[in-house]
C-alpha cells in the first residue's frame, strides 16, 4: 500500500491537509495522527470494518479495545449509556488532555471498538491537530497507539513512519507528542454503591490530581505488579508484553551512586545505561539517557525514543535506573516496568 504522508503544523495555515486526512478517514481508510500523549492510528468509531483495519495493521490482538477520541463535549452523549456525575468532573478539569474514562458504552460503539466489553474508553485530546481532524471528520475516531503492537508507542512522525509506512492509508507527519506517554485510564464504568473509581494505567493526569476532583481512588494492582496467573485483566492492554525493545532490559532501582557502582560492576559487551542525564558522568559503559531525574516530565517525554534507541545502536542489556514512583514518575515507572519484563534488581 502506499502511504500518505500529509504534513501538518498549523490547523489555520494547513487547513488541504485536515481536510485530505478527513477525507482518507470518512472513505473509511487508517489515518496516523499526533495527539499530546503518543501518535494514534485512527479510523472512524462508527466504521466496525475501518476499524478492523487497525488491528490488521499494527498486528493488534482483537480483544484489546480501542480508545475513542472526540474534539468536543457534545461527541460524549452519543457514545456512552451515561454521563455519572464524576465523568463531569473530570472532563470539566482534566479535557481536553492526557485523560481517557471508561464508561458503559451505547448501542454506536461497534464490537471491534470495544473488544466485546460492555464498556467503552473516551478521551478529548488537547493537541490541536488531533481535534481539527476530528472535528472536520465530524465523528470520533478509535485510535490505539500508532506502533507495531508490542513495541515502544511513538512520540515522533519518524517512529511512526518506521513502524507502518506502507501498511495504512495516511501517516500525518507533525510535532514530536508534547506528553510522551499514553493518557491516563480510569474507569468509572457501572461503579455500585461505595465503589471507587479506578486507575487502569497511570499517565500524565496524576492519581494526586484525579483525588483532587474525585475523592478516594483504587489503583488497580496491575499498574505496578505482574497480573496474576488467572486474574481477568480490568484492562486488556495490560497483560501483553509491551513497550519492549530488542535489548533485554533490567530495571535497577537504588539511589545514584548505588545504580552507577551496579551498572559499571555489570559492564558487558552489549550492555549499556538507560538512566538519567546526572547518572551519565559516572557511568563507564555507554549510556542513552531518557530525561532528568528532577524533571519527571521530561523522563515521560523522552523515554519511549530512548527504548527504541537502544535496538538502533544494538544493544543487548540494558540497565535502566528507575524513576521515583510519584507524580507523572509512576506512569514512567509503570512502562518501565513492562519494558523489563518484570524483572527488578532492588540495591
Ligand atoms: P493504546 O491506545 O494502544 O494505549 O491502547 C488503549 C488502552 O486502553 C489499552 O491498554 C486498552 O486495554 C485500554 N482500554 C480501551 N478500552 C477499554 C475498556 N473498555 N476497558 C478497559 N480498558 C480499555
Ligand atoms: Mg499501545
Redesign the pocket.
Known sequence: MQTKRIPIHSILEDHEQVEEAAGLLRQGGVVAIPTET?Y?LAANAYDGAAVAKIFAAKG?PMD????VHISEFDMLPDLVEDIPEAAMELARRYWPGPL?I?LK?SDRIPDE???G?P???VRMPSNTVARGIIGACGFPLA???A?LSGSP?PTTADHVLHDLDGRVEGIVISDDAAVGL??T?V?L?GLAEGERPRL??PGAVTPEMLRDALGEIDIDPAVLHQLEEGRK??????KYKHYAPKARVILVEGDRAAYIEYANRHAKEGACALCFEEDAAGLQIPAVTYGRADAPDSEAHALFDALRRLDEEGYTTAYAHAPDKDGVGLAVYNRLIRAAAFQVVQL
Do not use: D, F, H, Q
Not at 64 to 67: D, E, G, K, W
Open positions: 503518543v494514534g493488534r484489546n479495545p480501542l480508545i481517557t471508561i458504552k471498538v470495544s473488544a466489553l464498556t467503552v474508553a485510535a490505539p497507539s506502533n508507542s499514553e493518557s485510564v474507569s464504568a487502569l494505567r485483566a480490568p484492562s486488556p492492554g495490560m
